[in-house]
């Protein structure tokens, strides 16, 4: 086998054979050189691997140690996710409550104070509007401990608040109930003296009729006095009839509910129409001598489920007159 060789510049070439004896050498020194440095390569490796430390043995009692740690970690993480989820439920529930005990307190202080005007009692004598005046320990002064309030406490207070509250609630409009009653059925009662100035000419009862002198009844209360003088209304009512009703003269009768009617006869002049509301006390005519009559008075009936009775059943200072 001849080899040529060539030189870098292409100028100078050398020329020589190589038999196969001496080509299969050199082939087999290659492989052998390739060989050892891929022994020398895994050596080195092997070299390293030894002087990296073994990893550490973990024994189980570690290793539970460990792990009871992070689960008492966890279960404390859980519990204060609790108590922050049950804080807020509960600020929840305490603004609510708040804003309904507000508005019932709201309530309450208004139906008080329309008892204290029904009461006709001294408003200044209460002051709903501002705290009531109470006195207390020194400011200075501290218990030795506070007392621990759980939040169940609270909520059971807040419901006791809000109970007590009701009651006072229902208490309130009940006696507003009945001193609107009261009140009512003080407006409609006929006790008002319909004139007042004059003098009682007549009762009701058994009496002479002044034209004829024969014994009559006389069922109804005579009030004399000056022609024109205002008459009044005994109690609140409606006004049912106005005109002239026979002997009666010009009359005015006013309803006042429950089948009871107040009459008032020989006028000089209605100043109320039919159908108008009256308020007790309200004028309603002037005192004349219309109708059968000796001059002039008023004449005053009470008529209860149309029967008439005694005025001074209800006229309670009628005496004065």
Avoid at 133 to 152: E, F, I, K, M
Avoid at 253 to 261: K, P, R, S, Y
Avoid at 274 to 299: F, N
């Amino acid at each position: 086998m001849k080899m040529i060789c060539i030189s870098s510049d292409g100028y100078r070439r050398a020329a020589f054979d190589l038999n196969l004896m001496l080509h299969l050498l050199l082939l087999a020194i290659i492989i052998a050189l390739l060989l050892i440095a891929l022994s020398v390569n895994q050596t080195h490796g092997l070299y390293k691997l030894a002087e990296t430390p073994p990893p550490s043995s973990l024994q189980p009692e570690a290793a539970h140690r460990i792990v009871t740690a992070l689960e008492a970690q966890m279960a404390t993480v859980r519990e204060i996710q609790q108590a922050y989820a049950s804080y807020t439920v509960d600020v929840d529930t305490f603004s609510q409550r708040l804003g309904n005990m507000e508005a019932e307190i709201v309530r309450i202080n208004a139906l008080a104070k329309r008892v204290i005007r029904r009461a006709r009692l001294d408003p200044r004598e209460f002051l709903l509007d501002k705290p009531p005046p109470r006195g207390g320990l020194d400011v200075s002064y501290r218990p030795a401990s506070a007392p621990q309030v759980s939040t169940t406490e609270l909520i059971d207070a807040f419901q006791t608040m809000e109970l007590q509250l009701a009651r006072q609630e229902n208490v309130l409009d009940t006696l507003y109930q009945v001193m609107e009653g009261r009140a009512i059925a003080a407006e409609v009662s006929p006790s008002f003296v319909p004139v007042k100035q004059g003098y009682i000419s007549s009762p009701f009862g058994l009496r002479r009729d002044p034209f004829n002198g024969r014994s009559r009844m006389h069922r109804g209360m005579d009030f004399a006095g000056a022609r024109g003088t205002a008459v009044h209304s005994v109690a609140s009512g409606v006004v049912s009839f106005v005109g002239r009703k026979g002997g009666y003269g010009i009359v005015v009768e006013i309803d006042h509910g429950d089948n009871l009617i107040s009459r008032y006869a020989h006028l000089d002049k209605a100043l109320v129409k039919k159908g108008v509301v009256i308020k007790k006390a309200g004028k309603i005519a002037l005192l004349g001598s219309t109708g059968r009559s000796t001059g002039p008075h008023l004449h005053l009936e009470i008529l209860h489920h149309g029967e008439r009775i005694d005025p001074q059943r209800y006229l309670v200072d009628v005496k004065r007159y």
